[in-house]
């Protein structure tokens, strides 16, 4: 495996999934691992990531100085490239003119590090600092037009430095650049596979459970859909999955996600049916916070009950990712077992804990993974790919897209017109054009003619969003034709609606959920 130091880079993630799209295993640790916890650890390479300091600022982050002496293979980017220079002796300063954005690299040793590099190939560089005097033992391999020690080794300590980023898309050698590093210079094999982390996982899953019961809760995302397929190939029938069904779900979904384990994965799935005991806590309720609250406080009451009616558990199965492991390293851990410990139930909902006296075991078999692995994983397991790449779905469900008040009858407006926005944009092959493509029901109405008769009913609006990763988003400029299409068959199609219209607000200033 590969070690990414993160020295509070935006890209340490990035870094380490180009590493484990060369099928090697990364992880991200602090800045702080000392030497002696790598050598536990047992890397064949350390790659230092960037950072937004200057090397020379006070309190700048600095690595424990005997990593450079453990005989391991370093490459360091950007920042960890100026690191290194720093550390071993060199200069970095100021640069008279950072460097934003795309710059021509010009190769002075096509050698290891750069073999199979282009000349005057592209990458994409973000520094306001250079390196101004090389340590001893250092050359120079590549520089651009304003940057003499864009890339630099010293081959005979395999120490590599690269002042650009060769992790993001836009740096074309990038991948060329990381393979050379993982293959060739910490002579990496490629053992990161699909198969071997499922074997893996089936064999630590079994290990750690032995034969004592594991419950899960399956929201029908690809997340607990893919936990639910391992453990269920680990541990059989010492695995309950329960599907609480809250009530706000798509058209038809419950009944789907339950029929698909049963029969295509022979996996039981106990159908919680919850819907009035949900419905009763919102009733009259108009307040987007407190309709999340009372939502999720009834999840939590709903899933202590059950779990004590089909238990005892030791373990609760949780869909921990490893972006959340990175995020709360050093929380969610109890200090007495060092046990991680279920302060939420994840991807389920967002609120609150489990209560106290309710306290699990964890088995998170997911928190190696990235998402794009998960779905890998979810894919070679055979889950459809309407749930290995399903838009992602709020755990409150259609009940935050009904502003004001939710009653059976306004429910029912919003699961039929969601049904034919997802309809019609599957049926003309859009539905990956979209982060998100969703109806949400608005508490006024307005006035319309149908036929001879006027109408007076609920407008729905259309939200359709392009986005990465859900922080940020833009309202999708989407051909007329489609929103006519939806437009026609909600109006038609759905009772209770007269009007459609499209919501053309991003995030920020909007969200993407209405509420
Ligand atoms: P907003 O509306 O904040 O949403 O722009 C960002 C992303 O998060 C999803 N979302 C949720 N997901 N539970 C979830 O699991 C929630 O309570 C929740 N609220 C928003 C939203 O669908 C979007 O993808």
Redesign the pocket.
């Known amino acids: 495996m590969l070690v990414i130091l993160d020295f509070g880079s935006q890209y340490s993630e990035l870094i380490a999934r180009r590493i484990r799209e060369t099928e090697v295993y990364s992880e991200v640790l602090s800045y702080r691992t000392t030497a002696e916890q790598l050598k536990q650890l047992n890397p064949k390479g350390i790659i230092f990531s960037g950072g937004p300091n200057s090397v020379y600022d006070n309190g700048a982050p600095h690595c424990d100085p005997a990593i450079w002496d453990m005989g391991i293979p370093v490459l360091g980017v950007c920042y960890g490239m100026q690191l290194m220079v720093q550390q071993l002796g060199g200069q970095v300063e100021r640069a008279e003119r950072g460097e934003y954005g795309k710059a021509d690299l010009f190769i002075d040793d096509p050698t290891d590090l750069l073999t199979n590099v282009e000349d005057a190939t592209t990458m994409w560089m973000s520094h306001g600092d250079s390196v101004t005097r090389l340590p001893d033992g250092f050359e120079v391999l590549a520089h651009t037009h304003n940057t003499p020690c864009a890339a630099v080794a010293d081959h005979a300590r395999k120490l590599y430095g690269v002042q650009f980023h060769p992790e993001v898309v836009h740096s074309k050698g990038g991948i060329a650049l990381i393979r050379n590093f993982v293959y060739h210079i910490c002579e990496c094999q490629p053992t990161w596979t699909t198969e071997a982390f499922v074997e893996d996982a089936i064999r630590e899953v079994r290990a750690r459970v032995g034969d004592k019961r594991v419950l899960l809760a399956l929201s029908g995302g690809v997340d607990s859909s893919t936990l639910a397929f391992l453990l269920h190939q680990a541990i059989g029938d010492q695995l309950t999955c329960m599907f609480i069904d809250q009530g706000f779900m798509r058209k038809d979904e419950p009944e789907r996600l339950v029929k698909l384990f049963a029969e295509q994965f022979h996996i039981p799935v106990i159908h919680v049916k919850a819907r009035d005991r949900f419905l009763a806590q919102v009733e009259g309720v108009t307040d987007p916070e407190v309709k ?1 609250k009372r939502i999720g406080h009834e999840f939590i009451r709903v899933f202590e009950e059950e779990s004590k009616r089909l238990g005892p558990f030791d373990y609760l199965a949780q869909g921990t990712l490893y972006p959340d492991v990175i995020e709360s390293a050093d929380t969610n851990v109890d200090p007495k077992t060092g046990e991680r410990v279920a302060v939420k139930i994840k ?1 389920h ?2 609120v609150g804990g489990l209560p106290k006296d309710l306290q699990f075991k964890l088995v998170e078999p997911l928190r190696k993974l990235f998402k794009d692995e998960v779905r890998k994983v979810g894919r070679s397991i055979g889950l459809p790919e309407e749930i290995v790449r399903r838009q ?5 469900g259609l009940a ?1 897209r009904i502003i004001g008040e939710i009653t059976k009858e306004r429910l029912e407006i919003l699961r039929n017109a969601d049904f034919v926005v997802r309809d019609e944009i599957a049926k003309q092959g859009l539905y990956h054009d979209f982060w ?1 493509a969703f109806a949400v029901l608005l508490p006024v109405r307005s006035v319309g003619v149908m036929g001879d008769q006027r109408t007076y009913a609920y407008p729905i609006v259309l939200r359709l969003v392009s986005s990465e990763d ?1 922080m940020t ?1 833009d309202w999708s400029r989407v051909p007329y034709d489609l929103l006519e299409t939806i437009s026609n068959r909600i109006v038609n199609e759905v009772e209770g609606v007269n009007r459609v219209v499209y919501d053309i607000t991003s ?1 920020p200033p909007g ?3 209405w509420e």
Do not use: V
């Not at 992602?392 to 409150?396: A, K, N």
């Open positions: 999340r991807s909902h967002n992602p779905f709020p755990g409150p935050i998100q859900g988003a995030k969200t993407i959920e």
